[in-house]
């Protein structure tokens, strides 16, 4: 089994600055893509940003110039760093991972972080 725990989130006024980690752990063999979606109150959830397993970089239009998304595959961990938040940007961000064990290829989701942009 595959577990994602992230940290991070939390309350900022537009304009400032979050920073989310996922640690990816357990059976695992190889990560392909790693990324961050988004969920807003009755809304679908979105593609924030991804990174593949060879460094390629993906970003909604919404987000580029602002975010960046980073992972070390030594650590089995990916980043993203959100500057000049707006709040649009208030939503639950969830990590995902694309994960082969020892046994089976599946997708894995994170709990789930607040991240709320308000005055």
């Known amino acids: 089994q595959v577990q994602l725990v992230e940290s991070g989130g939390g309350l900022v006024q537009p304009g400032g600055s979050l920073r989310l980690s996922c640690a990816a752990s357990?059976?695992?063999?190889?990560?392909?893509?790693m990324g961050w979606y988004r969920q807003a109150p009755g809304k679908q959830r979105e593609l924030v940003a991804a990174?593949?397993?060879?460094?390629?970089?993906n970003y909604a239009d919404s987000v580029k110039g602002r975010f960046t998304i980073s992972r070390d595959n030594a650590k089995n961990t990916v980043s993203l760093q959100m500057n000049s938040l707006k709040p649009e940007d208030t939503a639950v961000y969830y990590c995902?991972?694309?994960?082969?064990?020892?046994?089976?290829?599946?997708?894995?989701w994170g709990q789930g972080a607040q991240v709320t942009v308000s005055s």
């Open positions: 995902n991972a694309d994960v082969r064990t020892w046994t089976v290829r599946s997708n894995y």
């Open positions: 357990g059976s695992i063999s190889t990560i392909y893509t």
């Open positions: 990174v593949s397993g060879g460094g390629s970089e």
